[in-house]
């Protein structure tokens, strides 16, 4: 119950509470002796004073809930302590809304010593009434308003709305529910769908705030102003035919969250549609997979502050929580860029991917598999830990009776797309993201696999006599290879800030990525004070002494594996990358001739001002006519 001070909060929130058979508490009673200190010393709070006491709160409210809820008085009176407070848990939220001039003559009849005017003149001044939650006029008598409450608590209405009951869908309903809020779902049932929905909630009999529906317009009705609804559907068309589908249904306020792995630009497409017709549109990546989906994924939202600020409570809840505790969740920026970022995290992610394919290739020559695996286990204890290292680990030791499954599976890479579009996006952005697209077109190679069948019968492989890979140096080379690939990965993001004017915080996307998501590692972590210093990695001084020193293994390790056939696209490309960010004068001056031999395209020269571009009469007589 929140409202300025006089409101009415006590007395409300007491008979709320005896009404509802539950515990009332009063906000005040757990301020921090600082707090309490320096109120009695009769200074007035400020907002980090404020801070410990409403996390405090935030953690007791989690643990009523938790024992069955319980009535809070609180003024709450700013749109970021309420945030705070639901931080890990659903709140009703019950605002006790008077003029400044009733509340006056109330606390003037009420005390002897009214409190001074100017006091609850900046009540009025600091609060930010609550464009949701239940509303509840202070002229009326305290039953009626208590009758009012009951009844808006119990129009039964979900707080949240899911559409799109796949693995993610599901998962992540059940997450949000666990955190208290009330849930509706909605899975269309057509054909081989017909029954999703009934074993959804078969499956999960024993949750009473669940709803589900197979009916667009009964879902829409069934939630609560403003509506909060994620898609968890197929990228593509389909979010276009469901939104055309939904739309209609919907009134301005309420806010449509795109949880899946969306193109960037259609999200910005349709957030700029919706916008007109007053609908905030969130495009969220979200990173984790099923596992995290279910237990606290990586989530990254972009659009308006403004609509974030009416989801963040519910999105923080779910997500992931970093080493201190807080959502690995967080307003990236406008439009389409949160789906930018969940789109680079994929390119990452491949390379990633990709590296540790090509570290297996180099090792298992040499190796068994759980002797690879034991050193990728050793390996994930200090710095180069991370869950893509980890998950490699266990599917080297995956066993089918007495064989590996690794070597019943197809060496056929498939993709959703997500890979190539960042790569693309480099493209565009006029960015040498080569370690990602090293990786793309690794996974697309390997599906030519009748070809490569093909090929390969007259090319004598020595591959199995690699036998002196040395293992140190495979490991300096993979944590070479990831500094590159992240130093890249961050670059794009930062180009395409300033292309976009996103305003993107790189320290702050690294620190959601230290959790919840796949790409999530200790260099994730050391990432955050990095990029802190600097954007670009590159200029960190221990960072290039670190690719410096181990560059000599890079060379070594890459000429053993040419020697012997074995493929290391993306440990080349990172090298390549290295040596030529590091080279004074590359070879471009020839790239530059031969354009302007043949297209007149004009050149710059070392001996001449950057802003002067010269044409030189080649020789006629070799025009490519
Ligand atoms: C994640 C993953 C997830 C999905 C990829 C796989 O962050 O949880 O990236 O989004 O597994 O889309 O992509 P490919 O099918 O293209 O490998």
């Known amino acids: 119950v929140m409202g300025v001070s006089g409101s009415g909060k006590t007395t409300i929130g007491q008979l709320l509470a005896q009404r509802l058979g539950l515990p009332y508490y009063d906000a005040d009673d757990f301020h921090p002796k600082a707090n309490l200190d320096k109120m009695s010393a009769g200074s007035a709070l400020n907002d980090n004073d404020r801070l410990p006491w409403l996390q405090q709160l935030a953690e007791n409210l989690q643990e009523w809930n938790i024992e069955g809820g319980a009535v809070l008085a609180c003024s709450a009176l700013k749109e970021a302590y309420r945030q705070l407070l639901s931080a890990n ?45 239940i509303h509840i006029d202070i002229a009326k008598k305290p039953s009626a308003m208590i009758d009012e409450i009951i009844a808006n608590m119990n ?87 469901v939104l055309e589908q939904l739309v209609p249904l919907l009134a301005a306020g309420d806010v449509v969250i795109d949880g899946g792995n969306s193109h960037y630009q259609d999200t910005q497409r349709r957030f700029e549609n919706l916008q007109k017709k007053g609908i905030h549109f969130i495009g969220a990546g979200i990173s984790g997979g099923e596992e995290g989906a279910r237990n606290g994924p990586s989530i990254m939202p972009g659009g308006t502050q403004e609509s974030y600020a009416i989801v963040a409570p519910v999105l923080e809840s779910i997500s992931a929580k970093d080493e201190q505790g807080n959502a690995c969740c967080t307003y990236i920026g406008k439009g389409g860029s949160g789906h930018f970022i969940k789109m680079v995290h994929n390119g990452i992610e491949y390379a990633e991917m990709q590296l540790l394919a090509e570290c297996y290739a180099l090792l298992s020559p040499q190796m068994e598999y759980d002797a690879i695996a034991e050193l990728f286990l050793d390996w994930n204890k200090g710095e180069l830990s991370s869950y893509l290292l980890e998950i490699t680990a266990a599917i080297l030791q995956k066993k089918e009776g007495e064989d590996y499954l690794l070597d019943k599976i197809l060496d056929k890479a498939g993709n959703k797309g997500t890979g190539s579009w960042s790569s693309r996006a480099a493209l565009e952005l006029g960015q040498p993201n080569t370690m990602m697209a090293s990786a ?31 293992i140190e140096e495979v490991k ?97 490309a990172a090298y390549n990358y290295w040596i030529s960010m590091t080279t004074e004068r590359l070879s471009a001056n020839l790239i530059q001739a031969q354009r302007d031999f043949f297209g007149a395209h004009t050149y710059q020269r070392v001996d001449a001002s950057a802003e002067q571009f010269f044409h030189t009469l080649w020789s006629q007589k070799k025009s490519a006519s």
């Not at 309903?173 to 081989?192: F, H, P, Q, T, W």
């Not at 009916?215 to 509506?227: T, Y």
């Not at 944590?479 to 300033?498: D, K, P, T, V, Y």
């Open 155 to 241: 129009t039964k209405k979900a707080f949240f709305g899911v559409i799109g009951l796949g693995v993610m869908g599901k998962s992540l309903s059940l997450n949000i529910a666990d955190k208290g809020y009330s849930i509706a779902v909605y899975n269309r049932s057509e054909g081989d769908e017909a029954e999703v929905v009934s074993d959804f909630l078969a499956a999960n009999k024993g949750l009473e705030k669940l709803e589900g529906y197979t009916q667009l317009p009964d879902f829409v009705a069934s939630l609560e102003r403003p509506r909060k609804i994620l898609l968890m559907i197929k990228a593509g068309r389909v979010v276009d035919a």
């Open 476 to 572: 300096r080379v993979y944590q070479f290879a990831r500094i590159i690939n992240h130093h890249q990965g961050f670059e794009l993001m930062q180009a395409a800030s300033e292309a976009y004017d996103w305003g993107l915080n790189l320290p702050e996307i690294a620190r959601i990525w230290t959790n919840g998501c796949i790409i999530k590692s200790n260099f994730m972590q050391a990432a955050i004070s990095l990029l802190e210093a600097k954007n670009n990695l590159l200029e960190q001084t221990t960072i290039r002494a670190e690719l410096t020193a181990k560059e000599a293994a890079i060379a070594h390790v890459l000429q053993q594996g040419i020697q012997h056939r074995i493929p290391l696209v993306s440990l080349s």
């Open 89 to 133: 848990t659903a709140i009703h939220w019950v605002y006790l809304s008077g003029t400044y001039d009733l509340i006056k003559t109330r606390m003037e009849q009420r005390n002897s010593h009214f409190m001074k005017a100017d006091l609850l003149q900046s009540q009025f001044d600091a609060l930010e009434i609550p464009d949701y939650g």
């Open 440 to 470: 793309v077109f690794a996974r697309y190679v390997s599906a030519f696999k009748a070809q490569r069948i093909a090929l390969s019968i007259t090319i004598k492989a020595d591959k199995n006599n690699l036998q002196n890979i040395d």
